[in-house]
Structure formats: structure tokens, C-alpha cells
């Protein structure tokens, strides 16, 4: 492996971010040189690093303690990197498993998003984008571990966090000032508008997006609540969306439990034939009762099933079997930089092929500049969602079809 000349300049544009992340990474790479300069990285990154050369000796010390971050080769004597991931996620749901591999392969790529990996790398992999993909899943684990801890404390004895009654407060406040941000979805090929997502927000000055107003409604359990309001405020807008124009609206899991979303008199079944309800592969799928008669139940109302985040690294290809989605939208984690990566292109022309065959509609996700956009439309993929074309905002923003990248 060759070592950046650049070094100092990653840690110039890093080392200020970096220097305020603490947190434990196992690495696994039975090539010590590799796993040396690895270890070096990470250190100087402020991560406290435990390097090992053996899959099966890494998942004897992952019994031991807890990792905030575990990084692995591919390829290892014994065993192998998926080995060690699959062992891993039969113990831990949560810790982030980022694979590397200098010999990248669809089959494997495949296997170890479906097995929960949170990122395939093919080396060399520029210093500056290691230490970057290590802090998200570093910031993913806490969110992770933070939001679990806090369900396990309330459900398991019966009792309210010491701050229930802040945050019933700053619930209440953020309902109340909740409003939906729509991102237009994209053909390439037309250069037209195919569809709008809504996207909830809130101005409770409390609460950083809405992840954390989803997690409050977690830990106060009023999902519910939470999910019956966004959908009335969408079915509030949909006068106003252009005749004929899908909107997408994610459902959280416990959604699909709630008999007001199957209720023909609930506000937003009136539009139902106009709505695709967009259902997270994050979701716990496997949790919800009756999910197939369900889903036959929305689409006998009139809606459409959109899958979300395919490729994101959670539940894999089998929620097609589970939900028979008519739409799939495909996670920015393999548009990101489709276009420098044959991996993710072969990747994601699987997907393509298999919505084909499937006669599946497919959204990119997340496109942030032409390239990845032209990229994603020679692989045949047509329909796009992203900043290149608008940022969410209020009803309703105009795409753009010029040719300026727009990242975030």
C-alpha cells in the first residue's frame, strides 16, 4: 500500500473535527503493513485503536468489550471479513462495521450491505475519506447507542427518564410549530418534475432535525401522535401539489400498526391514489404483524409502496419479498461518487437490473453533482432526487436542470 505524500494536509482539513471525536476502533487486516499505517492514521486522528490480524481473534475480543467502530478487510486466512461481520451483527445491531477490500466484487458488495455493513471501501482509499467515513460511523453509533439505552431504560421497568417533563414540553412545542418541507423528484430523461417528497420539520429551536424529534417521540412513546399529524399536514398541502404529481410520505414502522393510517375517512387516504408511502429499510420489519395483508390493505385504499434506503446497509434485498414495493429508492451511500467508483456502478446497475426484471420504478437518492447524475442515467437509472436538482423547502420548490453542481 502506498502512503499519501498529502498526510499533513489531511489532518490540516480534519484535524479541528477530528480532534473532538473520541472513540475505540478494532481493525482487522491481516497485512500488517496496511493495518500499521491504519493504526498510525487513526491514532494521530485522536481514536484509541486496537489492531489485530485474525477475524476469529477479533471476534473473541469483540466479546470482551465494546468498539465504537470496527474496520475490516475482506480478504483474511481463516476468517474472512463478511465472516467476521455476520458473527459480529449475531451479538451487536448497532456498532458500525465499515469492509475494505482491494479486490472489489458485486457478489461481495452485496453481501455485506445486506449483512449491515455500513460502508464498502476499495483501496487504496485516500487517507482524507477514511478518517471521514470512520467519524460518521463513529457519530451513527452514538446516536445509535444513546437512542437505545434510552428505549431499554423506559420499557423495561416502566419508568420515565428524569427529564420526562422538558421533554414533553419541547415535544408539545415542536408539534406546534412542525410544518413539511417537500424535495421534488426528478426524470432526468423529460427534464420534468415526476413527484414530491414531504420531509417533516420543526422550528422548536430544542431540536436538531428529525431524527431527534423522532427519538423524543420514541422515548415519550407518541409515535403515533407524531406520524397521525405529518399526515394530516401533507393531506393540508395536497391541494396545492400540481394534479397528478406523486407525493412521497415516509411511514415509521409503528405506523404500520396504526389503524388510522388504513381508516378510509383518515385526511390523507382522500388522496390516497396521489400518495406513495415510502417505508425506511432501517424500519423492524420483521416486528410488525400481518405485514404482507397490511400492505394489500394500502394499496386496496389506493396508495403505492415505496422502499427506502435499499443499499443503506440494514435490511437488504429481503423486504422486497416482505412489502412487493412498486417503487425502490436506492441510499445516497452508493450514489455518493457513483461516478469515480466501479463498484458502486456495478452495484447499482444490479439494482437496476432487478428492478427491470421486477417492473419496480427506481429513485437515485442523495445526487449532488452531474457527474453522479450522468453516471446514474448511463447505468439506467432515470428518476433522481438530490441538491444538484433542489434542496427540500416550502411548498413547493422548482427543480433545476442546469448542469452546476450543488453540494451541500
Not at 429481503?318 to 441510499?331: G, T
Amino acid at each position: 500500500m502506498s502512503v499519501s505524500p498529502s498526510l499533513p494536509k489531511v489532518f490540516d482539513a480534519f484535524g479541528a473535527e477530528m480532534a473532538t471525536v473520541r472513540g475505540t476502533v478494532l481493525l482487522v487486516d491481516d497485512d500488517l503493513a496496511v493495518a500499521a499505517a491504519y493504526e498510525r492514521l487513526l491514532r494521530k486522528a485522536g481514536y484509541s485503536v486496537e489492531a489485530l490480524h485474525d477475524g476469529q481473534k477479533a471476534v473473541a475480543r469483540c466479546q470482551q468489550r465494546g468498539f465504537d467502530v470496527i474496520v475490516s478487510d475482506v480478504r483474511m486466512p481463516g476468517m474472512s471479513g463478511l465472516e467476521l461481520l455476520r458473527a459480529i451483527r449475531e451479538r451487536d445491531l448497532d456498532v458500525p462495521v465499515i469492509i475494505m477490500t482491494g479486490s472489489p466484487e458485486v457478489q461481495s458488495a452485496t453481501e455485506a450491505i445486506e449483512h449491515g455493513a455500513f460502508r464498502y471501501l476499495t483501496k487504496p482509499i485516500e487517507f482524507a475519506e477514511f478518517l471521514s467515513v470512520v467519524a460518521r460511523a463513529l457519530r451513527l453509533h452514538q446516536m445509535a447507542r444513546v437512542r437505545r439505552e434510552a428505549l431499554e431504560e423506559y420499557g423495561s421497568e416502566g419508568r420515565y427518564l428524569s427529564d420526562r417533563a422538558g421533554l414533553e414540553a419541547r415535544f408539545t412545542s415542536a408539534l406546534s410549530k412542525l410544518w413539511i418541507a417537500y424535495q421534488p423528484i426528478v426524470s432526468w430523461s423529460r427534464r420534468s418534475l415526476f413527484a414530491y417528497e414531504a420531509l417533516v420539520r420543526t422550528d422548536e429551536p430544542m431540536l436538531y432535525g428529525p431524527a431527534t424529534l423522532f427519538d423524543i417521540a420514541e422515548r415519550l412513546k407518541r409515535v403515533l401522535d407524531l406520524g397521525r399529524i405529518i399526515r394530516r399536514k401533507v393531506a393540508e398541502t395536497m391541494a396545492q401539489i400540481p394534479p397528478g404529481t406523486p407525493v412521497f410520505v415516509n411511514v415509521h414502522a409503528a405506523d404500520l400498526e396504526d389503524e388510522t393510517l388504513f381508516a378510509p375517512e383518515s385526511p390523507l387516504s382522500a388522496f390516497a391514489s396521489q400518495v406513495v408511502l415510502e417505508i425506511t429499510e432501517r424500519a423492524a420489519l420483521d416486528g410488525i404483524n400481518d405485514l404482507m395483508p397490511r400492505m394489500a390493505q394500502l394499496r386496496g385504499l389506493g396508495y403505492r409502496i415505496a422502499l427506502d434506503d435499499l443499499g443503506a446497509g440494514y435490511a437488504g434485498l429481503a423486504s422486497f419479498a416482505q412489502l412487493e414495493p412498486q417503487i425502490v429508492k436506492v441510499d445516497m451511500s452508493i450514489i455518493r461518487s457513483v461516478d469515480a467508483s466501479a463498484t458502486k456502478q456495478k452495484l447499482f446497475g444490479s439494482i437496476v437490473s432487478l428492478c427491470s426484471d421486477l417492473e419496480v420504478q427506481l429513485v437515485a437518492e442523495g445526487i449532488e453533482t452531474a457527474a453522479e447524475r450522468d453516471t446514474v442515467a448511463r447505468l439506467g437509472g432515470d428518476l433522481c432526487q438530490g441538491y444538484l436538482f433542489a434542496r427540500p423547502g416550502k411548498p413547493f420548490p422548482v427543480p433545476s436542470f442546469d448542469c452546476r453542481d450543488r453540494q451541500a
